[in-house]
C-alpha cells in the first residue's frame, strides 16, 4: 500500500475511510508485485491497481465490503480458479490479495512516512490466526517501531528485526517467522513493505542529451541531479525537471555527495580531463549503475587512459559504455530511452533482447530496488 502513499496519506489528513487491498503473494505470469495496492474510499473512489486490470473489479467490491463489516480478509485469485475468466486473471498468473480496512492503527504514521520520503517499513501479518490477520508493525531504520502483532513482545521483536533487515536493503518481499519466534502456536507469514527515498541518478555534463535524460529518469521516479564544470550550461532554465544542480568538477562533486547500491551515474561529457578522473573513483563505488556516452573509439581510448591511472580489468567491467541498448537511437530523447532500457534492464537482471519469439520471463524478480518507493521482490 505504500506505492500509493501519497494520495492515501491525503485522504488520512481529510478524515476519508478507506479499505487497501494489497498483492501479498504471486505466482507464474503475475502483472504485480507484492506491495501493489488498490484502495476505495466509502464514497466509492478507488485509486492504485492489484492486477493491472486483470482482476480490479472483483477487488475493488472486496474493498467495499471490508469497509462495511471492517473485517480483514485474504482472497486468492488463480488462472486455475473456475471463476477465472470471469475476474479476467487469464494471463496464467496467481495472486493472493490482503483486504485490510484502515481505521487508525501504524497505517496513518506508515503512510505519512513514504509520503514524506522517510525511510520505513510496514509489516503486516498476512498468513496466521485469523484473529491475527493484518496486523501491523511500522519499523524504522533504527530498529525502533510501533504497533503490536498479537501482544507477545518476542513475536513484535523478531518482526521489527526481519523487517529492518529488508528495509536496510531498500526491499519488499515476505517471511515467515517460526513456531519458536511467533510464540502463537504456528508460522506466521508477514508481508514487509519498505518506504525509501527515490534512487539518485547523477547526470554528469549540461548537454542536451542530459536534458531528456534528466526527463526520463524523473519519469522512472529518480531523484536526478545535473552536475556540469560550467556554470554557463548548468542552469535551471536548461534542466527546469532536475531536482538538483550543481557546477562543479564531476569528480569533485562524486567525491563529496552520498551514493548508495541504488545509485544511477551518467557519465555524457566524453571529455577526457572529465571523464578519467570521474570514471577512477565511480567504478570504486558501491553504486548500481555507471555508463559513459561516447563512441566506440571513444570508450577504447578512454579505457587505455584508465588503465594508465591504475583502474583493474574487474573494475573496468563494470562500466557500461557506450552507454544504452541498442535501439538505433539518435535523438535525444531515443538515446535517453537507451540509456533508461540499459539501466533498468541491470537492475532487474534483464537481457534486453525482444519478448518476441523469447523464452525469457516476461517479469524478473529483481535484487535491487525499483525506481521509487517500494523495493523489489526476492
Known amino acids: 500500500m505504500l506505492d500509493i502513499a501519497d494520495e492515501l496519506n491525503r485522504w488520512v489528513e481529510q478524515g476519508r475511510e478507506f479499505a487497501v487491498a494489497t498483492v501479498v503473494a504471486v505466482g507464474g505470469s503475475a502483472p504485480r508485485q507484492p506491495g501493489a495496492a488498490l484502495a476505495v474510499d466509502s464514497d466509492g473512489t478507488a485509486i492504485g491497481s492489484v492486477s493491472g486490470g486483470c482482476v480490479e473489479g472483483a477487488v475493488y467490491e472486496l474493498c467495499q465490503q471490508s469497509l462495511e463489516d471492517g473485517l480483514t480478509v485474504l482472497e486468492r485469485f488463480g488462472y486455475s480458479d473456475e471463476d477465472a475468466f470471469a475476474v479476467g486473471l487469464t494471463c496464467g498468473g496467481i495472486i493472493e490479495i490482503l483486504v485490510t480496512p484502515v481505521r487508525g492503527g501504524v497505517f496513518p504514521a506508515a503512510l505519512a512516512a513514504a509520503a514524506q520520503g522517510e525511510a520505513a517499513a510496514l509489516a ?214 537507451s540509456i533508461a532500457a540499459e539501466i533498468v534492464a541491470n537492475r532487474r537482471g534483464g537481457s534486453g533482447v525482444s519478448l518476441t519469439g523469447a523464452h525469457t520471463p516476461i517479469h524478473h524478480d529483481g535484487t535491487e530496488v525499483p525506481a521509487g518507493r517500494i523495493g523489489s521482490v526476492a
Not at 525502533?144 to 521483536?157: I, Q, T, V
Not at 544542480?245 to 580531463?273: F, M, N, Q
Open 124 to 337: 503486516r501479518i498476512t498468513d496466521g490466526p485469523p484473529e491475527l490477520m493484518g496486523r501491523a508493525l511500522l519499523v524504522r531504520p533504527d530498529g525502533s517501531y510501533e504497533g503490536a502483532l498479537g501482544g507477545h513482545p518476542e513475536l513484535d521483536r523478531t518482526a521489527a528485526g526481519e523487517a529492518r533487515a529488508l528495509l536496510d536493503a531498500g526491499r519488499t518481499a515476505t517471511v515467515t517467522i517460526g513456531e519458536d519466534g511467533a510464540r502463537c502456536g504456528r508460522p506466521l507469514t508477514l508481508l514487509v513493505e519498505s518506504s525509501v527515498p527515490a534512487p539518485r541518478m547523477i547526470v554528469f555534463g549540461a548537454i542536451d542529451f542530459a536534458s531528456a535524460l534528466v526527463r526520463v529518469g524523473k519519469f522512472l521516479g529518480h531523484h536526478v541531479t545535473v552536475c556540469d564544470a560550467r556554470p554557463v550550461f548548468a542552469t535551471a532554465a536548461r534542466f527546469p525537471e532536475a531536482d538538483e544542480i550543481v557546477v562543479d568538477w564531476p569528480h569533485r562533486y562524486l567525491e563529496s555527495t552520498e551514493v548508495d547500491g541504488r545509485t544511477v551515474l551518467c557519465v555524457l561529457t566524453h571529455d577526457a580531463k572529465f571523464d578519467v578522473p570521474l570514471l577512477e573513483l565511480a567504478l570504486r563505488l558501491p553504486v548500481a549503475y555507471v555508463g559513459a556516452m561516447g563512441s566506440r573509439r571513444t570508450h577504447e581510448d578512454r579505457n587505455k587512459r584508465l588503465r594508465e591511472v591504475g583502474v583493474t580489468e574487474l573494475e573496468l567491467a563494470r562500466l557500461r559504455s557506450p552507454i544504452g541498448l541498442d535501439l538505433g537511437a539518435r535523438t535525444p530523447e531515443e538515446t535517453a530511452l
